[in-house]
T-cell receptor, first 112, second 114 residues
């Protein structure tokens, strides 16, 4: 069964304190891995797409990496405005192959 | 370029009523997906549609739920005879192509069943 597990469930950081969020996945053929950010009461906002092991992408203070079993979202010197829930999702090579399978997310709180 | 639009943003229904949720995809996108987010749970896929066709409905409950994406107009997710367990946030996403394409999400419709 295709599955995505994110850890930790919640993370509290001080402003400037770098850390990483983990996304472990089990999938029968990975088409792509996606990171989204979700603020309370809003829809998921796209951050990154990764397609193959070894791939990395960066955007401002965020960097996403991918291996054959997991992905990391590294947050460098976070600011309070980075506080949000970060969602990881995979697209598997199943029959229709289009559904995103989401983890439950990591809720990040950054205090000044 | 306008993003994915959903309406209404909030919907209150009494048990037994019908709920209709609308989604207009991003300009140039012909692939629409519906997801449901129950309290304390992750987003769950419901259905994938292209214009006038349901491609994958493997995540749709067998009864009371239906979806369409007509040639003209928005995609509609319809829930008949709502029950309290249907209370959730319903998100629509769209993409320009089918595989390995980023899905862009709308703001969601929060359904509350009294």
């Amino acid at each position: 069964e295709d599955q995505v597990t994110q850890s930790p469930e919640a993370l509290r950081l001080q402003e400037g304190e770098s850390s990483s969020l983990n996304c472990s996945y089990t999938v029968s053929g990975l088409r792509g891995l996606f990171w989204y950010r979700q603020d309370p009461g809003k829809g998921p906002e796209f951050l990154f797409t990764l397609y193959s092991a070894g791939e990395e992408k960066e955007k401002e203070r965020l960097k996403a990496t991918l291996t054959k079993k997991e992905s990391f979202l590294h947050i460098t010197a976070p600011k309070p405005e980075d506080s949000a829930t970060y969602l990881c999702a995979v697209q598997a090579a199943r029959q229709a192959g289009t559904a995103l399978i989401f983890g439950k997310g990591t809720t990040l709180s950054v205090s000044s | 370029n306008a993003g994915v639009m959903q309406n209404p943003r909030h919907l209150v229904r009494r048990r037994g009523q019908e709920a209709r949720l609308r989604c207009s995809p991003m300009k140039g996108h012909s692939h629409v997906y519906w997801y449901r987010q129950l309290p304390e749970e992750g987003l769950k896929f419901m259905v994938y549609l292209q214009k006038e066709n349901i491609i994958d409905e493997s995540g749709m409950p067998k009864e009371r739920f239906s979806a369409e994406f007509p040639k003209e107009g928005p995609s509609i997710l319809r829930i008949q005879q709502v029950v309290r367990g249907d209370s959730a946030a319903y998100f629509c996403a769209s993409s320009p192509r089918r595989f390995q394409e980023t899905q862009y999400f709308g703001p969601g419709t929060r359904l509350l069943v009294l």
